[in-house]
């Protein structure tokens, strides 16, 4: 196979809309490996003609290893997410969020592969004392997940100095968006307030409402992975991908009510082990290093993604 791209991961929710970016860019080929865990092969549907999919695991070295030789760039999206999944049950996110990113990453070294875009974590950064949060401050994980995110970035800084593969990590800063999951206790917030409004249910708040995320489109995150696949001179590096807002589940929460024009007041217990209580992004670098530039407010991803989930329903 000449120069394909390959989206590890590309049947989920952030991998499926960088798949559809890179078609929509005029792409050739481009492999999806994924093992439908998390993601939903209909995530995929109106583009399953264009793409090659590859029911694979990146636990599995022999089976990734031929789909990823001699890729120009290889998205590295596959993952097991959720702060309290990697909790609840740490050995499978310890395996394919560490072992997994190290098969993908020694694959594309061995199949001499153009660069690896991996999917960090905003979650690295942990509590800090300051806001917005900078890619200089010291990590801090606080929950397995952050953690095994954090390796994949050192693994990924590592493979780019001592094999001289071209690496990049983008931390996400909690990406919202058509397409996120709702349905599992593990899923995103923002999905499940989704769910809920349009049900006319009460969502659960874990805490005072009052911690405050960075929420980020997805659409903003695919084009972030355009551009760092593109951009010159910046193997190693980190940046982060976030919005550079910042607004509480208390915010979030109300301006849905507002959106629907209904009352439903939300269900309060008590906070979540491992939870980071504020979340912001200092974007200053992914823009000027790599031309980034988000282009939804939180407002406008919001009422996208609501009228996804209506059409759904
Ligand atoms: C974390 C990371 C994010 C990563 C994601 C992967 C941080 C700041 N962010 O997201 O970069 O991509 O993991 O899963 O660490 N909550 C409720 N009710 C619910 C669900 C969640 O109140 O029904 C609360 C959580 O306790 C948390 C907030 O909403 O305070 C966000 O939770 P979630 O959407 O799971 O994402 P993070 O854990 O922030």
């Not at 997994?100 to 960090?120: D, P, S």
Request: charged residues 20%; glycine residues 10%.
């Amino acid at each position: 196979m000449l120069s394909h791209y390959v989206v590890t991961g590309g049947a989920g929710f952030i991998g499926s809309a960088i798949v559809r970016g890179l078609l929509r860019e005029g792409a050739g080929t481009v492999v999806v490996i994924d093992n439908l865990l998390t993601g939903r092969e209909s995530n995929l549907e109106e583009v399953r003609g264009s793409i090659d999919f590859q029911r694979a695991d990146i636990r599995n070295y022999e089976e990734i290893a031929p789909l990823i030789r001699g890729a120009a760039v290889v998205f590295h999206e596959a993952a097991i997410p959720s702060v309290p999944r990697s909790i609840d049950d740490p050995v499978p996110s310890h395996e394919v969020n560490i072992d997994g990113t190290f098969n993908v990453l020694r694959a594309a070294h061995q199949g001499k592969a153009g660069r690896v875009v991996y999917a960090a974590s905003s979650s690295a950064y942990g509590d800090t004392e300051v806001l917005p949060k900078v890619e200089s401050m010291t990590p801090r994980p606080k929950s397995p997940y952050a953690l095994q995110k954090l390796v994949g970035e050192y693994y990924c800084a590592v493979f780019s100095d001592v094999y001289g593969l071209e690496t990049v990590a983008l931390r996400y800063f909690n990406v919202y968006g058509p397409r996120q999951d709702p349905s599992s206790p593990y899923s995103g917030v923002l999905s499940v307030f989704m769910k809920a409004i349009l049900e006319r249910r009460s969502p659960t708040i874990f805490g005072d409402g009052e911690q405050s995320r960075d929420f980020t489109y997805v659409e903003d995150v695919a084009d972030l992975n355009l551009k760092a696949a593109r951009a010159g001179n910046i193997s190693g590096q980190i940046y982060n991908g976030g919005n550079g807002g910042r607004v509480t589940l208390n915010q979030a929460w109300a301006l849905l009510q507002k959106m629907e024009g209904v009352e439903i007041p939300a269900i309060y217990r008590t906070p979540r082990a491992g939870d980071v209580r504020d979340s912001q992004a200092d974007t200053t670098a992914a823009v000027g290093d790599l031309g980034y530039a988000p282009r939804f407010s939180f407002e406008e991803g919001l009422r996208r993604t609501l009228e996804w989930y209506r059409g759904q329903a």
